[in-house]
């Protein structure tokens, strides 16, 4: 197993996992549970952590996709942007969380308010998440573009 293979791995808990956070984040706020809410902040937690491993892999792998032929600069480049924004959004979120997770022990009324924001945040998040994952599918899943790539 080298890094490549890694970040596939890596890469995609993030994409699907905030899908799931979100998912938890609303069934926590109908709900009214500050137990559901805690979940809700762990998940924005773990994201982070999923979020920084594959961050942390992501040279490793652009080193080895470079020698397979047809994969130019361009293609990782467009990847490597998107996913840096998308890296940058899920650690904002992973900080809030944990501090909000520290925070709600001391003010219980700030931890709806909490999940409500980062609610919001997760969803515009998912735009990146989406642009994300495609500009990387885009890197060896040349059937996206018909084997041609468009800037």
Known sequence: MNTAHLHLMFTHLPIVGLGIAIMINIYSL??????????????????????????LTGDGAEEIIKTYPGITEDIIENHEHMALYFFIGLMISSAAAMLGLYFTKIKKNLLKKLNLWLLIFAILMSVLAFF???????????EINNGVYTK
């Not at 709900?31 to 999923?50: A, D, H, M, P, T």
């Not at 994300?132 to 885009?138: A, I, L, P, S, V």
């Open 30 to 55: 109908f709900k009214r549970s500050s137990e559901l809410q805690k979940l809700s902040l762990w998940s924005y937690v773990i994201l982070g952590i999923f979020a920084l491993l594959a961050y």
């Open 132 to 142: 994300t994952g495609y500009t990387g599918g885009e890197i060896r899943h040349t």
